[in-house]
């Protein structure tokens, strides 16, 4: 231990800097404007996941260094330092990282369920236009976000914000829950309905939307039964008489 920083009056503002470094690296990395402006969603979350992390490892790494301390005999010096000065406000910023995942992920996972696929299986791109245009406009309350998030003075703003974003998020699933339900009594493939449907339950997801899609096997069968159906009734009405295509 130096000697200069052997007491606690000079130790703690050292410890309360590495914090104020930590918290200044992670505001300046998760500038969520140029997070959703200049990255993809996917990449926007990761760097709020990093950001995170790093917060967690500053706190882990002092109770391991303290518990260190604590337990070597030959040791003079403990860290009894107060969680408040340290950990205060890198705690509240990964509370606001994983509010951040949480929505960005939100935002993600309408996008993978309403992409092309979705326009091919359902064949009413308009109604598909129409809920990304919902998304998208979730997305960009973002933009509108005016104050800093991290500022534990805004957290009566930030948690505004938050149900604000829940309450619009609801309203989209529900929109896109009765369009889903509507599509899939009248699919126009039940074969490319049933290979979107493999591939979303191949993702790591807990999208109510995601369950909503994996429901709907039961309309696929009868989809297919269908198919079979017609295919069975072409095959009687044309057997003893084909048709013949020169």
């Known amino acids: 231990?130096?000697?200069?920083?052997?007491?606690?009056?000079?130790?703690?503002?050292?410890?309360?800097?590495?914090?104020?470094?930590?918290?200044?690296?992670?505001?300046?990395?998760?500038?969520?404007?140029?997070?959703?402006?200049?990255?993809?969603?996917?990449?926007?979350?990761?760097?709020?996941?990093?950001?995170?992390?790093?917060?967690?490892?500053?706190?882990?790494?002092?109770?391991?260094?303290r518990a260190k301390l604590e337990n070597d005999k030959h040791s003079f010096s403990t860290w009894n330092f107060e969680h408040r000065i340290l950990f205060d406000k890198t705690d509240y910023l990964s509370q606001i990282c994983d509010d951040l995942i949480r929505m960005l992920s939100n935002l993600n996972e309408f996008y993978d369920i309403f992409g092309l696929e979705m326009k091919a299986v359902t064949g009413d791109e308009q109604m598909v236009d129409r809920v990304l245009e919902h998304v998208a406009g979730l997305k960009n309350s973002f933009l509108s976000c005016h104050f800093d998030m991290f500022n534990r003075e805004n957290s009566q703003?930030?948690?505004?914000?938050?149900?604000?974003?829940?309450?619009?998020?609801?309203?989209?699933?529900?929109?896109?829950?009765?369009?889903?339900?509507?599509?899939?009594?009248?699919?126009?493939?039940?074969?490319?309905?049933?290979?979107?449907?493999?591939?979303?339950?191949?993702?790591?997801?807990t999208h109510v939307l995601a369950y909503e899609m994996v429901r709907q096997f039961t309309a696929i069968l009868l989809q297919y039964c269908k198919e079979i159906d017609g295919t069975y009734d072409l095959f009687v009405k044309y057997k003893d008489n084909p048709p013949i295509f020169k």
Not at 26 to 53: G, H, P, R
Not at 164 to 188: G, P, V
């Open 157 to 205: 703003q930030w948690h505004s914000f938050i149900e604000e974003f829940n309450h619009r998020s609801s309203i989209i699933e529900q929109e896109a829950k009765i369009f889903i339900r509507a599509s899939f009594t009248q699919l126009r493939s039940a074969e490319t309905a049933f290979d979107m449907l493999m591939k979303f339950q191949k993702i790591d997801t």
């Open 1 to 65: 231990m130096s000697k200069y920083y052997n007491k606690d009056e000079r130790f703690v503002p050292l410890m309360e800097k590495i914090a104020n470094e930590i918290i200044n690296r992670v505001q300046q990395k998760i500038d969520i404007k140029t997070l959703l402006s200049s990255y993809t969603l996917n990449e926007a979350e990761q760097f709020c996941y990093q950001s995170k992390q790093l917060l967690l490892q500053w706190k882990i790494e002092y109770q391991n260094t």
